[in-house]
């Protein structure tokens, strides 16, 4: 069955960098587009990255309110999707989760979540 596992959230201070992962598993991981939202503490679900298949080089797309300090990759080889975030704030804070994406770029299977941090 399908299965998305986040992984890598920690507390960091503000300013600085962590990279959270997602493994997936139960399907042909290089055949769908994969996405990254995130919620914080008593929020809605906010939409935050996506990264489409890409033979060789994926297309990626973010969230205009990240202004470039977040990073979206992925490695087909090891069935695993990535966020590197940088110069974090405490607005950063939130419970991230990754998402497979049907081709309509909604999402149909979600992982559980990796908690993300930041604070002085």
């Known amino acids: 069955q399908v299965q998305l596992v986040e992984s890598g959230g920690d507390s960091v201070q503000p300013g600085g960098s962590l990279r959270i992962s997602c493994a997936a598993s139960g399907f042909t991981f290089s055949s769908y587009s994969m996405s990254w939202v995130r919620q914080a503490p008593g929020k809605g679900l906010e939409w935050i990255s996506s990264?489409?298949?890409?033979?060789?080089?994926?297309?990626?797309y973010y969230s205009h309110s990240l202004k470039g300090r977040f990073t979206i990759s992925r490695d087909n080889a090891k069935n695993t999707l990535y966020l590197q975030m940088n110069s974090l704030k405490p607005e950063d804070t939130a419970l991230y989760y990754c998402?497979?994406?049907?081709?309509?770029?909604?999402?149909?299977?979600w992982g559980q979540g990796t908690q993300v941090t930041v604070s002085s």
């Open positions: 990264i489409n298949t890409g033979a060789n080089i994926a297309n990626t």
């Open positions: 998402t497979r994406d049907l081709p309509s770029m909604v999402a149909d299977y």
